[in-house]
């Protein structure tokens, strides 16, 4: 490893990468936006935790904090803090930061064609990827180039080093991202919806691509998605966010199996299933999503929610475990959630 | 409102087999040139964009047309409309040739055939009310309203009258949706071809939209082409499946025939790489990985189309390989099953939904 990362990765065992208390807030025309609204969450070496949620839940805004690239102002950061092997990475200097960024938590982005810079050829960012980060010259840093491309499955890597992102298919364009995102061998990956914009052939490429590089490199994996499929395939643990806030956070099986959250409920039941056969109608959530800037008083999901009662006014619900374990939910009718959920299965 | 009994042609429809299909379309062609040169363009080349497809849809039934990006499926949409000249091939809508018809002739027709978008921001006009844009779509058409058409189309939508006054940056992604599709279901059209209409949802509204597509089925008897890549939602609203690879009909069938008991390499590949929202399930089931890219449709490979990445093709043996090198294998039915057609010399039942 570079002498960049100045962090004991040999230190007690802290989790890999610690989010405690955060909070994004956004000052706008309409009101204060509560983008990311006290969130915590944890992931280890080789483990896959999923934040899943819809669009304007705050999934990707805590991602996007953790490496920086929320600009404040706007942002104000009213409490929180990311801890990498238990030290504090928003209380660091910028520049220690920037070390860090890119070398030990890398990212990769939803849409290549925008991350990626149009007039460089992609052999050349990823190189310099390389020499922001390490000390070689740049006949080694395109070297590793080509390493890297030909590691993520691009045939002929060579020819493919010196030519432009537009010659890039979307499949290959999101490998080319994975080769920038691993050129300094990171310990942590965030992937905000990394898929999102591919056909499902090129998806099974892509996830088989991270579950490889994943068991080769024992790197921990953060998969942002509002795809409940790929959450079922890919993730160890899940946290479901709603509005800016972590309302239900477990295994993969418990968030399958036993969801605690009516609004976890509510998404599975929505969901169309590719293997049973038709059923009669599906059952949407009505509604829609929040405005965060205007979120409901009490628990924020109450006006959608099939489960709803005067009891979830007083106060936003806050996360409690309902297996005496590490499964928790913020939600004051999960009793009844567990009880819609096991008649939902019988049938 | 499909008249006459004459026997159906084709052999491809499900229900109804006495009745003339309501959309009938027989060896659809659409190719785009391409062209070079600066000052004098010659024609070099030609994007085969859709070859040579034919699919019937009887009236109140939905035929979902499934394939990756850029398989021709929204081309061969648009070619059906005529939003785009087909290079040839022939469409009839409830048994009128739509494809031979004048500029004002098909005019007319058009209210009888409408689509629904993708992208509602994009083809509502920002600038226009609601109560405009719908409005437009009576007086282009020539169609008469009354007071109450606009409140008693939003209603059908599920959306509120007060609406009506309201620009589209003012709704949400769902709500644009239902005045998409208000303003296709306007003039009381037979047919709609709907052009992935939740693909850009949030998964808690895409089950909102797709009841209602199927509500308004259901009371209005509408026929739907439905163009989609989510499978699952396709599972759920289709009553018969067409999946297509550079341009073509590679396999076709009933719903469940298809998803149960796929015949050709490509379908399995592509419904083993959906994922299922089951986490023990998955754990089970093996996915099959296509490698690589859908080949330039300007130039195609020889023989079978999805040779390139077949997983089968691998497996076979030299002979065997050749035939696929060397001729287009037909589609022709599989399974013994009539209605199920596959475009395979080796095709062959894989389970894939489950194992």
């Given at each position: 490893m570079s002498s960049a990362a100045e962090i004991d990765l040999e230190g007690p065992p802290a989790p890999l990468l610690e989010v405690r208390d955060l909070r994004v807030h956004f000052k706008t025309d309409y009101g204060v936006v509560k983008a990311v609204d006290g969130v915590s969450w944890h992931v280890n070496e080789g483990e896959t935790l999923a934040i899943v949620g819809e669009s304007g839940s705050g999934?990707?805004?805590?991602?996007?904090?953790?490496?920086?690239?929320?600009?404040?102002?706007?942002?104000?950061?009213?409490?929180?803090?990311?801890?990498l092997r238990g030290r504090s990475l928003l209380k660091m200097p910028e520049k220690q930061q920037r070390k860090l960024r890119g070398s030990q938590i890398a990212m990769i982005f939803q849409d290549p064609l925008t991350a990626l810079n149009p007039v460089f050829k992609v052999g050349d960012q990823i190189a310099e990827m390389v020499r922001v980060h390490q000390d070689v010259s740049k006949?080694?840093?395109?070297?590793?180039?080509?390493?890297?491309?030909?590691?993520?499955?691009?045939?002929?890597?060579?020819?493919?080093?010196?030519?432009?992102?537009?010659?890039?298919?979307?499949?290959?364009?999101?490998?080319?991202?994975i080769a920038m995102a691993l050129a300094n061998d990171p310990h942590v990956l965030l992937a905000?919806?990394?898929?999102?914009?591919?056909?499902v052939t090129v998806q099974a490429q892509i996830m088989a691509l991270l579950e490889k590089l994943q068991d080769d490199r024992n790197t921990a994996i953060v998969l942002i998605t509002h795809d409940l499929g790929v959450v079922a395939s890919y993730a160890d643990r899940i946290n479901v966010m709603y509005a800016g806030k972590i309302v239900e956070t477990g295994t993969a099986d418990e968030i399958f199996y036993q969801p605690r959250h009516a609004y976890t409920f509510g998404l599975l039941s929505s969901l169309p299933r590719m293997d049973q056969r038709r059923q009669e109608r599906l059952v949407p959530i009505k509604g829609l999503p929040p405005s965060l800037a205007n979120v409901p008083k009490g628990c924020p999901f109450h006006p959608r929610c099939a489960f709803a009662s005067d009891q979830c006014l007083p106060e936003v619900p806050q996360l409690r475990s309902v297996d005496g374990n590490g499964h928790l939910a913020a939600c004051v009718h999960s009793d009844r959630v567990a009880m819609a959920h096991e008649e939902r299965v019988v049938q | 409102m499909s008249q006459g009994s004459e026997p159906q042609q084709g052999g491809v429809g499900v229900?109804?087999?006495?009745?003339?299909?309501?959309?009938?379309?027989?060896?659809?062609?659409?190719?785009?040139?391409?062209?070079?040169?600066?000052?004098?363009?010659?024609?070099?080349?030609?994007?085969?964009?859709?070859?040579?497809?034919?699919?019937?849809?009887?009236?109140?039934?939905?035929?979902?047309?499934?394939?990756?990006?850029?398989?021709?499926?929204?081309?061969?949409?648009?070619?059906?409309?005529?939003?785009?000249?087909?290079?040839s091939g022939r469409v009839a809508l409830d048994g009128v040739d739509i494809t031979g018809?004048?500029?004002?002739?098909?005019?007319?027709?058009?209210?009888?055939?409408?689509?629904?978008?993708?992208?509602?921001?994009?083809?509502?006009?920002?600038?226009?009310?609601?109560?405009?844009?719908?409005?437009?779509?009576?007086?282009?058409?020539?169609?008469?309203?009354?007071?109450?058409?606009?409140?008693?189309?939003?209603?059908?939508?599920?959306?509120?009258?007060?609406?009506?006054?309201?620009?589209?940056?003012?709704?949400?992604?769902?709500q644009r949706q239902r005045i998409g599709i208000a303003r296709a279901i306007a003039l009381n059209p037979k047919f709609i071809v709907l052009d992935e209409p939740v693909s850009a949802l949030d998964v808690s509204i895409q089950a909102q939209i797709v009841?209602?597509?199927?509500?308004?089925?259901?009371?209005?008897?509408?026929?739907?082409?439905?163009?989609?890549h989510d499978l699952s939602v396709v599972r759920h609203i289709a009553d018969r499946v067409a999946v297509m690879y550079l341009g073509a009909v590679?396999?076709?069938?009933?719903?469940?025939?298809?998803?149960?008991?796929?015949?050709?390499?490509?379908?399995?590949?592509?419904?083993?790489?959906?994922?299922?929202?089951?986490?023990?399930?998955?754990?089970?089931?093996?996915?099959?990985?296509?490698?690589?890219?859908?080949?330039?449709?300007?130039?195609?490979?020889?023989?079978?189309?999805?040779?390139?990445?077949?997983?089968?093709?691998?497996?076979?043996?030299?002979s065997d390989a050749r035939r696929c090198i060397e001729e287009p294998p037909p589609l022709v039915q599989v399974g013994g099953n009539s209605g199920h057609d596959a475009a395979c010399h080796y095709a062959s039942l894989r389970e894939v939904v489950r194992a």
């Open positions: 999934k990707s805004v805590s991602a996007m904090t953790i490496l920086g690239l929320v600009p404040a102002p706007p942002a104000t950061f009213p409490t929180g803090d990311v801890f006949h080694t840093a395109k070297k590793r180039a080509l390493d890297l491309l030909g590691e993520v499955g691009i045939p002929n890597p060579a020819v493919r080093l010196n030519q432009y992102p537009h010659e890039f298919s979307g499949g290959m364009r999101q490998r080319a991202m905000d919806e990394p898929t999102t914009a591919l056909d | 229900a109804e087999p006495n009745h003339r299909p309501m959309l009938e379309v027989d060896d659809l062609v659409k190719h785009f040139p391409i062209r070079s040169g600066v000052f004098i363009k010659r024609t070099v080349g030609e994007v085969k964009a859709v070859d040579g497809v034919s699919l019937h849809v009887h009236k109140g039934q939905t035929v979902a047309l499934v394939g990756e990006s850029g398989c021709g499926k929204s081309t061969t949409a648009r070619a059906i409309l005529r939003l785009l000249e087909p290079t018809m004048g500029k004002e002739e098909l005019r007319k027709t058009r209210r009888e055939m409408q689509i629904v978008f993708q992208d509602p921001y994009a083809s509502l006009n920002p600038r226009m009310t609601i109560r405009q844009i719908l409005t437009e779509k009576y007086q282009l058409l020539g169609s008469k309203m009354t007071k109450s058409t606009i409140s008693d189309l939003l209603d059908t939508v599920g959306l509120a009258e007060e609406y009506a006054d309201r620009y589209p940056h003012e709704f949400s992604g769902g009841n209602l597509l199927e509500d308004l089925q259901d009371e209005l008897g509408l026929t739907y082409l439905f163009i989609a590679v396999e076709i069938a009933d719903r469940d025939e298809l998803f149960d008991r796929p015949h050709h390499p490509y379908t399995q590949a592509l419904i083993s790489a959906v994922p299922i929202p089951d986490p023990r399930l998955e754990r089970q089931r093996e996915r099959i990985v296509l490698r690589g890219d859908v080949p330039n449709p300007a130039n195609p490979p020889s023989g079978c189309r999805f040779r390139t990445r077949c997983w089968k093709f691998e497996q076979l043996s030299e």
